[in-house]
């Protein structure tokens, strides 16, 4: 563009043609560059570009590697030079840096050509990352396996004079089963023989899974009835137990030790608990009868590491012969991965299993914290902007209320701890739940007390979210109603809150954002590693506010970083923080589905 | 708060000439008088004095802060006419309008003085209730103002925050005003819906009909054709005749034409004190001051 051509500053920078010239283009004052604007108009798109591939980079991550985790991928086998076999899933592949003497282990003349080949690499070479499973034979369920260390398949011995790639070197088994066990985590085997008992049924692979798939759904029947009796029967009556042993303790505390009543009420639960452990022992044997039932069924699998295993039946959650079924059979296996992962609790350190105690927790805290800081919020902004006089004061605690908002919220964890838990918990606790102690019902953390805490947190973003909302309600709205013959409260009930109802929404979306997000505070109010006894269930009376809690994001933190089997646990990260981006945009979606609709009915006009 | 100060040597100008019908007053420099502050005394036309009145204002005073906005202004409202009030912007018009139902309560920084009454009633003292006080006034404003909810709704707002429940009551109610608002016709069939969807003219008239909704004593309109088409003013206007006779209407216009268009009487204000006040014809035909002839004949300067 030539020096002293003004630029229209509503076009774009694709319009700044060159050499035009407006009439009346003042000549010899040059434009500056800056003036002009275009290094705005970059730095802003640029801005905005890095911005935009963040944001799909790591969705495109989370998703890819969330949805990916439960693909039944093929089982490989391969052999060593050193004459190890492993047989496994391929996990993750990389290049790395070998150390010294993993070249000097290998024979002769090869580690000079594998370092040759290593070095047009940069030095680097292959490695790849099996999911080797059989926790009870390697002590570990994962092994990296270097490219030096690989041989072709059906070598015999060592006599490599080249590198082996693992296309090359892996084998496919037919009949390489994976198997997901309740314990211990995965199982990699060919099936050996198919055992009732002492007995042996079949020993052909193709006829023990005709076997498998006849029995297995039997048999984890039979483990459900099995929970069940455990859960609804012998929990059941512990609960009984319980509730008989509390009686007794309150009257001891409302007669006191010495009383008559006191001896009367012991003697009383001693009789009763009589009778509800000779229940127990019924429902015990009932179990071991289920039991026996159950785990009449074994497989013996050949192992890639010598020892023959037998596995009971019915500790098999889910089988199948990886890499002789097809893309049907395999997305059936995908879906039921999900299913269990959606709607079953977890196992094996949360690291296998589901999620669901997370999820409802999330979802219910969530909700709990949205009932308890909207009206809240839009109470105190309603204060703030339609009843206190403007002045110092109220501008100091706007101040304030803006500032709580980059308050840490491990402060508000503290908080929530010390005030909710400590404080208001244990009064209640003396009050209402005295018999319990010293066992603490809602002096300690629970879904409630986390909720309030997330809901402090939130406040200053409804808040400031509803003070603008209604200070955007047009004041000829409001002096329409006063002219009524409205009073003060009438106008903001009828006309200014309708009206600013879809800021105060955006101002809820806002805090559930947030909340939903929220780890740290959780963990010191409630949010635990695992709580399979939900906050709302069948057992009176039903809601359970002073309950623990799971909870998606303490659960992605506790997978990640706290897991005995990370490595296990880490495609589980991905796919919980899917699944909890997943509630956040569904929640949100919610949000913004009824604000649409209160704005076309309160703002715009159409309805 | 410096009161108004008084000069003798003008003194003269302030012996109105009440009784002389139809003739030019010689009062030279009424503009000028005005400017320096001095006293003065409003040119009232006896025609007034034979109208049974309405709403009674009386020496009223009016300071936003310390500036000073109206001036000793005294009028009386004629009972089932339209009156308007025309001059200058800023002059206080709208001002004075909205003292009428106290709407200037509102603003932190006012301070009255004077008297007004509504039908006998006192409308500023400490025992006035301020709520039903604005209940037995009805207002429109510039700008069509309707509420974020149904035309129904809109209507019987009035009633609904007075408590009234009975359906039967709402309908008879909404039917009756928006007949009377001419707005009956387009709306019958959508009183479900919202009232932001209506047009401009639309929406002021639903505003006319809930402010005639709880059967006022005095219909206040605030420059109601400012923002409206010349078609939808057509039709206000039209409004404002039929309206005339059941309600006592007092009416702020800068249009002239307007003025002389819907009003049976018409007041003059500038710079916050009322000029000339008498029956629209003479105002515009015969007017006493040259001033007010200059302003509604479009020479003012």
């Known amino acids: 563009m030539s020096v002293g051509t003004p630029v229209d500053p509503g076009l774009s920078s694709g319009a700044a043609k060159r050499g035009s010239k407006a009439p009346g283009a003042r000549r010899g004052r040059a434009h500056s560059v800056v003036a002009d604007g275009q290094p705005m108009i970059w730095l802003s798109g640029g801005a905005l570009a890095i911005g935009l591939i963040m944001i799909i980079g790591l969705l495109g991550l989370v998703l890819f590697q969330g949805l990916s985790t439960f693909w039944p991928r093929s089982v490989v086998e391969l052999t060593t030079a050193r004459g190890e076999t492993f047989m496994g899933q391929v996990a993750e592949f990389d290049l790395y840096e070998p150390q010294e003497y993993e070249f000097a282990n290998l024979p002769g003349a090869l580690a000079d050509v594998a370092h040759a080949e290593a070095n047009t690499r940069g030095g680097e070479v292959s490695r790849w990352q099996l999911r080797t499973g059989n926790y009870e034979d390697t002590d570990t369920h994962f092994d990296w396996i270097s490219q030096l260390s690989i041989l072709p398949a059906g070598a015999e011995s060592d006599e490599r004079t080249a590198l082996a790639d693992f296309e090359s070197a892996v084998t496919f088994p037919e009949w390489a089963v994976v198997v997901e066990r309740i314990e211990k985590g995965r199982f990699y085997g060919i099936p050996a023989a198919f055992l009732e008992g002492d007995q042996v049924l079949a020993t052909d692979p193709a006829e023990i899974w005709g076997l498998f798939e006849q029995h297995h759904d039997e048999v984890r029947d039979l483990f459900a009835e099995k929970r069940e009796v455990e859960k609804e029967g012998i929990g059941a009556v512990n609960r009984r137990i319980e509730r008989a042993r509390l009686e007794a303790k309150s009257v001891e505390l409302e007669r006191g030790v010495e009383s008559p009543e006191t001896a009367a009420a012991w003697q009383r639960y001693e009789s009763e ?127 304030a209320v803006n500032n709580l908002a980059g308050v840490p919220s491990i402060v508000f964890g503290v908080f929530g701890l010390g005030f909710f838990c400590y404080i208001f918990g244990a009064s209640i606790d003396q009050l209402f739940f005295a018999e319990r102690l010293p066992n603490p019902t809602y002096g300690t953390g629970g879904i409630l007390w986390a909720s309030l805490t997330l809901a402090l947190l939130t406040l200053p973003v409804v808040i400031v979210a509803t003070e603008e909302a209604v200070a955007a309600v047009p004041g000829s709205m409001r002096e329409g109603s006063y002219a009524c013959g409205a009073t003060k409260w009438q106008t903001i009930s009828r006309i200014v809150l309708p009206r600013a109802l879809p800021g105060i929404m955006t101002g809820m979306i806002l805090a559930i954002a947030r909340g939903a997000g929220e780890v740290a ?27 623990s809690f799971m909870h998606l994001g303490f659960h992605i933190f506790d997978l990640g970083f706290q897991s005995q089997n990370s490595e296990a646990a880490k495609p589980m990260v991905f796919t919980t923080t899917l699944l909890l981006i997943g509630i956040v945009v569904m929640l949100n979606v919610v949000a913004i589905w009824i604000r649409s609709h209160l704005r076309r009915k309160f703002v715009s006009g159409h309805i | 708060m410096s009161q108004i100060r008084t000069d003798v040597k003008h003194s003269a100008y302030t012996a109105g000439g009440a009784g002389v019908m139809s003739s030019r007053v010689q009062r030279e420099g009424v503009f000028e008088a005005i400017k320096r502050g001095d006293a003065f005394a409003t040119e009232t036309h006896p025609a007034i004095q034979r109208e049974e009145i309405v709403l009674g204002i009386d020496k009223f005073k009016l300071w936003y802060g310390t500036a000073q906005a109206l001036w000793d202004v005294s009028m009386k409202i004629p009972r089932g006419k339209v009156t308007s009030l025309i001059g200058p912007s800023g002059c206080g018009k709208s001002t ?119 059967e006022p004593e005095v219909l206040l309109l605030d420059e109601p054709c400012s923002a409206l088409d010349p078609i939808a003013t057509g039709r206000i206007e039209e409004l404002i005749d039929e309206l005339k006779g059941s309600y006592s209407i007092l ?28 029956p629209t014809e003479q105002i515009f035909l015969q007017p006493r001051l040259k001033e007010t002839e200059d302003y509604v004949t479009g020479r003012f300067g």
């Open chain 2, 251 to 278: 009416i702020v216009t800068h249009n002239m034409q307007q003025a002389s268009r819907t009003s049976d009487f018409t007041a003059f204000m500038y710079l916050g004190r009322l000029v000339e006040y008498g």
């Open chain 2, 96 to 214: 004075l309008l909205r003292c009428v139902n106290r709407m200037n309560d509102l603003i932190d920084s006012v301070r009255v003085d004077g008297e007004m009454t509504l039908n006998g009633d006192p409308i500023y003292g400490a025992e006035v209730d301020v709520i039903e006080l604005r209940k037995r006034i009805g207002m429109v404003f510039q700008k069509p103002n309707p509420f974020p909810m149904s035309i129904f709704e809109n209507v019987v707002y009035p009633l609904r925050i007075d408590g009234e429940r009975n359906r039967g009551v709402l309908e008879e109610v909404c039917e009756r005003s928006l007949r009377g608002a001419g707005l009956w016709e387009e709306a019958k069939d959508r009183l479900d819906q919202s009232a932001l969807a209506m047009s401009g003219g639309q929406q002021q008239r639903l505003c006319i009909a809930r402010a005639i909704a709880a």
């Open chain 1, 273 to 399: 608990l009589l009778v509800m452990e000779g229940e127990i022992a019924e429902l015990t044997e009932e179990r071991q009868r289920i039991e026996d039932l159950g785990t009449r069924y074994q497989v013996r699998f050949d192992t890639a590491y010598g020892t023959p295993r037998t596995l009971v039946l019915w500790d098999i959650v889910r089988a199948f012969p990886a890499n002789r079924i097809g893309f049907a059979d395999k997305l059936g296996i995908y879906l039921s991965r999900w299913n269990e992962f959606l709607r079953g609790d977890p196992r094996e350190a949360n690291s296998e299993g589901g999620v669901f105690p997370a999820i409802f927790g999330t979802v219910i805290m969530t909700l709990i914290m949205s009932i308890a800081v909207v009206p809240f919020g839009v109470l105190a902004a309603l204060y703030l902007r339609e009843y206190a006089k403007p002045g110092p004061l109220v501008s100091t605690v706007r101040i």
């Open chain 1, 521 to 547: 505070p959780l963990m010191l109010v409630g949010a635990v590693k695992l709580a399979p006894e939900l906050p709302l269930d069948g057992v009176f009376p039903y809601v359970h506010p002073e309950r």
